[in-house]
């Protein structure tokens, strides 16, 4: 053997890399064949022993075309393509012509069968096509789904058929089922082609992948048709084996994929597939099929703006000397080297210097107070009961679901800060303010003046109770805030303002009919007798008023404002230290006893009862000493049969004498001194809405019978004229 030149190594060492580079970049195993007329065949797929993985992908490759034809096995089904998921097969259509005379000429059908147990399976992404004008065909599948399918295609003339549109009108299209192992398709025809026959004689009906064929008016009479359409694919689906990526990797020996590759499950039938990880190509199945992919060969596959360098499973980028950056395309790129002077570079970096000195300091200061503001809020939320509150939640599923503890932020955003202009209400025991949250919800948010550390556990207990009113006519507790200095609670917002507004607004007349005043009466006394003996734990208002009876859009009524309620022991009464409530409306014998019972709320219901009949407020200086007091007033005009010169005249109008008279009677025996003798929330509620339904249905006889009695006719009809009170007045007990 001669010695090889110097100018012959680097040739032969070229050529050497030539081969590595072929080797890895193969599809086939060593020694099989790679392809059969134009059609690549990758394992593993192959067509002769050893170069297949098992029977179920041996091809075959039949010399006897020309080209040369790829067949799966010994099978007619012919192959197009191969790819590492699909393979595609030359068409097979069914074809029914007719003549003139409406007789069939020229018809088949076609079918098309894969191994039920093998690797292949007919993919979702095929159509089930008719093209014609007077064509059903009709599609049937066996061997492991039994599948029958039908499209109908018509059309009375060429005008109506639309270029690319298969939805019936000369062509149809419809999807196939997963898991098709063999089909077979057959054609029919409405009318014999006798209508259409002119333009189009024939019908087809075939399987193709979707984005293969495009639908136009030609299709329809071109004879060549049948041979253009058996060049559009029909796409297999296959993986390999029957077990899952998991059950496979069990077994090393039988596990199909090779180096670098990841593995997923088919979602068309059982079995796996094999894929190259990213930065990586090539054939997972071979054991070393897969080789890193050079991004910097293709510049579509890396994004440098400067200098690629390839690297294992991906590139990274660089910049040429006399510039610097990132040199990605996507980030700063190369930017070309300063030349300034070093002078104005020590200015700028001086400069730069400071600026970051005063943004650090800036950042450390807020995150100083932002965690000053953090610690105060957890001050405040442990000092106000949040971590008894969130016991209390964690015990009742159903409150928490309905009942959130809101951060002061939360908050702070739904007011813009608490501005004044969100302010729409003032009262003894805070302030009301109008909200949105994030979610769009509008809410009424209450924030107290003053709060009692030593009454926190007794608040978040009612919270917690509270929360558990499920009811109409009451308004929705939603949650509360305790990291500020006093709670924040965040109720339902109700629009339409309270039912003292609507009685004694502008002009000191009522804005209520007499139907809408009875019935929100009912209401406001139905929820009254919830709190009384509907509630999981039983709860006294102790502030009923016409201020804390609100109206949303429809005029229902919505009792609100607990900020005096008590939860009641089992014995249903209470002995409170301090009278609480608001003058006019305050129970006699509770302000005289202190003994707080469900009769309190009954008399300062009735109160709100004369309200509504008379127009006149709780407390009204134009009266007489002695008659400064509604309840006091209205019981002397009873006494007196005086009833109709105090009532308001469109009460009297609306309502009439007798049911002006009932309520009357009804409100009569809630402001009774002694609360023993005046009838529970509920049987007032009974009263109410059996007053409506005499009014709405007068031939519907009341049950109960001192009801009956409240609607008897009275004996006389006195003055209607109005005896209004211009001054109002909300004052309140001490608290």
């Given amino acids: 053997m001669g010695i090889m030149s110097k100018a012959q190594i680097p040739l032969l060492l070229l050529l050497y890399i030539a081969c590595l580079t072929t080797s890895s970049a193969s599809e086939t195993k060593p020694g099989c064949q790679s392809e059969c007329g134009g059609v690549t065949i990758p394992y593993p797929f192959g067509t002769e022993e050893g170069c297949y993985r098992d029977e179920w992908f041996a091809l075959t490759c039949n010399s006897s075309f020309n080209p040369p034809r790829l067949f799966i096995g010994s099978s007619n089904v012919d192959i197009s393509h191969i790819s590492y998921t699909e393979v595609k097969l030359r068409n097979w259509i069914a074809r029914e012509c007719y003549n003139s005379s409406g007789q069939v000429v020229n018809k088949n059908s076609a079918s098309i069968e894969v191994a039920e147990e093998g690797p292949f399976v007919f993919s979702t992404s095929n159509k089930f096509t008719s093209v014609g004008c007077d064509t059903v065909a009709v599609i049937e599948g066996s061997k492991g789904l039994n599948y029958t399918g039908g499209c109908l295609s018509v059309c009375s003339n060429e005008e109506t058929v639309t270029n690319g549109s298969c939805s019936g009108v000369g062509c149809c299209q419809t999807t196939i089922p997963k898991g098709l192992k063999m089909y077979s398709v057959g054609l029919g025809s409405l009318n014999d082609h006798n209508q259409s026959w002119s333009f189009n004689p024939c019908s087809y009906g075939f399987i193709v992948e979707e984005q293969a064929y495009n639908f136009s008016l030609r299709d329809l009479t071109d004879p060549d048709f049948l041979d253009r359409i058996q060049q559009t694919p029909v796409v297999l689906d296959w993986a390999v084996g029957k077990e899952t990526c998991e059950e496979g990797r069990r077994n090393s020996t039988s596990y199909a994929c090779g180096k670098l590759t990841s593995c997923s499950n088919s979602d068309n039938g059982p079995g796996y597939r094999c894929s190259c990880i990213e930065g990586y190509e090539g054939n997972p199945y071979l054991p070393d099929g897969c080789h890193d992919t050079d991004e910097c060969q293709d510049p579509s596959k890396n994004n440098c703006d400067g200098i690629c360098h390839n690297v294992a499973g991906g590139f990274s980028c660089s910049c040429p000397k006399g510039t610097h950056g990132d040199g990605r395309k996507d980030g700063e790129g190369c930017i070309p080297d300063s030349k300034e002077v070093p002078l104005m570079k020590i200015i ?13 300091s800036y950042w450390l200061y807020w995150v100083w107070r932002k965690r000053r503001l953090m610690n105060l809020r957890e001050k405040f939320f442990k000092q106000n009961g949040g971590l008894l509150l969130q016991q209390q939640l964690s015990k009742h599923e159903s409150i928490h679901e309905t009942t959130k503890i809101f951060t002061a932020g939360e908050l702070e955003r739904a007011t813009e800060n608490f501005a004044e202009i969100h302010i729409i209400g003032r009262g003894g025991y805070g302030t009301v303010y109008r909200g949105i949250l994030s979610d769009q919800r509008v809410v009424a948010i209450k924030k107290s003046e003053l709060v009692d550390e030593s009454q926190i556990e007794q608040f978040i207990n009612e919270v917690a109770i509270l929360s558990q009113i499920n009811h109409r006519n009451v308004v929705t507790l939603l949650g509360c805030c305790l990291e500020t200095e006093v709670p924040l609670l965040v109720y339902e917002f109700i629009p339409n303002g309270t039912l003292f507004h609507h009685i004694h607004g502008e002009g000191y007349e009522c804005s209520l009919s007499w139907k809408n005043r ?38 229902t009524a919505k009792v609100s404002d607990f900020g005096a309620s008590r939860l009641v022991p089992t014995d249903k009464t209470q002995i409170t230290t301090l009278v609480q409530g608001t003058l006019g409306y305050l129970d006699p014998e509770y302000m005289q006893t202190s003994q707080l019972t469900d009769k309190s709320d009954v008399y300062s219901f009735g109160v709100v009862l004369v309200e509504l009949l008379t127009g006149e407020m709780s407390l009204c200086f134009k009266r007489s000493q002695e008659e400064r007091s509604l309840s006091i007033y209205f019981l002397s005009a009873m006494k007196n049969d005086r009833l109709f010169q105090i009532v308001e005249p469109r009460a009297l109008d609306e309502g009439g004498t007798v049911e002006v008279l009932a309520v009357a009677e009804v409100a009569k025996r809630c402001l009774r001194l002694k609360g023993e003798e005046r009838p529970t929330m ?4 009974s009263l109410l809405e059996g007053l409506i339904t005499k009014s709405s249905h007068p031939w519907v006889p009341l049950e109960h019978e001192e009801a009956k009695s409240l609607l008897l006719e009275p004996s006389y009809r006195g003055d209607y004229s109005l005896n209004s009170c211009a001054i109002t007045s909300s004052l309140e007990a001490p608290r």
Avoid: M
């Fill in 348 to 360: 700028l970096g001086t400069g730069f210097g400071l600026l970051f000195a005063l943004v650090v």
């Fill in 518 to 555: 009875v019935r929100i009466a009912a209401e406001t006394a139905g929820a009254l007798a919830y709190l009384h003996s509907g509630a999981a734990v039983p709860i006294f208002h102790r502030d009923v008023k016409s201020t804390n009876i609100l109206l949303d859009s429809n005029y």
């Fill in 682 to 685: 509920k049987e007032v509620a």
